[in-house]
T-cell receptor, first 117, second 112 residues
Framework: GAVVSQHPSWVICKSGTSVKIECRSL??????MFWYRQFPKQSLMLMAT?????????EQGVEKDKFLINHASLTLSTLTVTSAHPEDSSFYIC?????????????FGPGTRLTVL | GENVEQHPSTLSVQEGDSAVIKCTYS??????FPWYKQELGKRPQLIID?????GEKKDQRIAVTLNKTAKHFSLHITETQPEDSAVYFC???????????FGIGTKLQVIP
């Protein structure tokens, strides 16, 4: 149980384009999903927290107009990197948290490696 | 703001020896402390966690200790094996909030 998937696993795009990353909880309902960014050899930096049906809460320094987060259902959250630039190249990881029992903790997706040319 | 400090940043041990990674946190309201193992290019995997009402927890070769007064918690790996080589992150969840703050990570290398 507690499987979280991400799609795509990797993406290469041109500067100025937008990229959408999906995060799905496959076998539990995730009331809360988290989006992290991880640069090489660095820690996971929380970008935003999203609760199903409400607006995401962004961490300080994260541009909400650039990183659009939608959590329309209890099993799906999306992160859209708008007008991507090379400095946005990173490993993006989502995690999902349920509300009960074993699913009360965070489970991570496999990550999406974004490369912006 | 919330802060989790972790050290050392790198750690090399001989196979069979023990490894200890230490973390401190800033918010006394923190009540949940997970540890994650991340292999290169893969997702973080929860390996053990401890809650603030417990001082120690053990799972086979892995143990975690928590000192709430000093706001310290540590990961102990005994009888290390080459497959233990990875980056380990400590984390803390603060108060009533759901978000988790991670330490910088410790790259553990177990030398055969």
């Amino acid at each position: 149980g507690a499987v979280v998937s991400q799609h795509p696993s990797w993406v290469i795009c041109k500067s100025g384009t937008s990229v959408k990353i999906e995060c799905r909880s496959l076998d539990f309902q995730a009331t809360t999903m988290f989006w992290y960014r991880q640069f090489p050899k660095q820690s996971l930096m929380l970008m935003a927290t999203s609760n199903e049906g409400s607006k995401a809460t962004y961490e300080q320094g994260v541009e909400k107009d650039k990183f659009l987060i939608n959590h329309a259902s209890l099993t799906l959250s999306t992160l859209t990197v708008t007008s991507a630039h090379p400095e946005d190249s990173s490993f993006y990881i989502c995690s999902a948290r349920g509300t009960s029992g074993a699913y009360n903790e965070q489970f991570f997706g496999p990550g999406t490696r974004l490369t912006v040319l | 703001g919330e802060n989790v400090e972790q050290h050392p940043s790198t750690l090399s041990v001989q196979e069979g020896d023990s490894a200890v990674i230490k973390c401190t946190y800033s918010d006394s309201a923190s009540n949940y402390f997970p540890w994650y193992k991340q292999e290169l290019g893969k997702r973080p995997q929860l390996i053990i966690d401890i809650r603030s009402n417990v001082g120690e927890k053990k799972d086979q070769r892995i143990a975690v200790t928590l000192n709430k007064t000093a706001k310290h918690f540590s990961l102990h790996i005994t009888e290390t094996q080459p497959e233990d080589s990875a980056v380990y992150f400590c984390a803390a969840r603060f108060g009533g909030y759901q978000k988790v703050t991670f330490g910088i990570g410790t790259k553990l290398q177990v030398i055969p």
